[in-house]
């Protein structure tokens, strides 16, 4: 269906189209609303700019530059999370770049214009199959030389190792002279009895 049908469409009509992909009554309103608007706005073409594409309904700063630079191979770089992973591995922006917006930027600053297009393919390809979120394949990476994740993490097992390899000093027993405490004799619990000598009568009475 075109932009016309869709925005004439109801809910159960795109519905019936989409229902196999994920969160369809989600998907279902926002098309019919990017319909209504590319009818209102944009005489039914869709735009070829970021900041008109924003406006529709379910598209974000990534889906715009996604659309720009793969239709009309515009030199903008959609970050998504193997783009703002790699980028940051290899050094081709700053560790202080925290936030997607900061990496495309920058992105855009350090690569070739007429490559930016392309680079954007490049990063989420290599993320995806080697420089993964877990277990990256570095043995099997061609960028060694130049990424600072690898030369971070290669420093550190060159350290560890030669930390290993050290031979241990041996160790010198220190007898510590033994303190003889002096017992002191335990006082008596016992209290002395006094006897009282009682004096014998030898009288003899009567």
Request: with cysteine; aromatic share 4%; hydrophobic share 35%.
């Amino acid at each position: 269906p075109n932009p016309v049908q869709i925005a004439a469409g109801t809910l159960d009509d795109v519905y019936a189209l989409i229902k196999s992909y994920s969160y369809p009554n989600n998907q279902s309103n926002r098309l019919i609303g990017m319909a209504q608007l590319l009818m209102e706005k944009f005489k039914g073409e869709v735009p070829l700019t970021v900041e008109d594409l924003v406006q529709l309904p379910g598209v974000g700063r990534k889906t715009a530059n996604v659309i720009t630079s793969v239709i009309d191979r515009q030199p903008n770089m959609a970050v998504d999370t193997h783009v703002f992973r790699v980028s940051k591995r290899i050094g081709l922006v700053s560790t202080k770049a925290t936030t997607p917006l900061a990496v495309e930027k920058q992105l855009i600053q350090h690569i070739p214009r007429h490559l930016v297009h392309k680079a954007h393919h490049w990063l989420i390809l290599h993320g995806r199959y080697l420089c993964t979120a877990r277990n990256p394949k570095c043995a099997a990476c061609g960028l060694q030389d130049t990424c600072k994740f690898y030369q971070a993490a290669a420093k550190k097992a060159t350290a560890k190792k030669t930390a290993s390899q050290k031979p241990t000093p041996p160790r010198i027993a220190t007898k510590k002279a033994a303190v003889k405490k002096a017992t002191l004799p335990r006082a008596s619990t016992k209290k002395a009895v006094s006897k009282k000598s009682t004096p014998k009568n030898n009288s003899n009475k009567g």
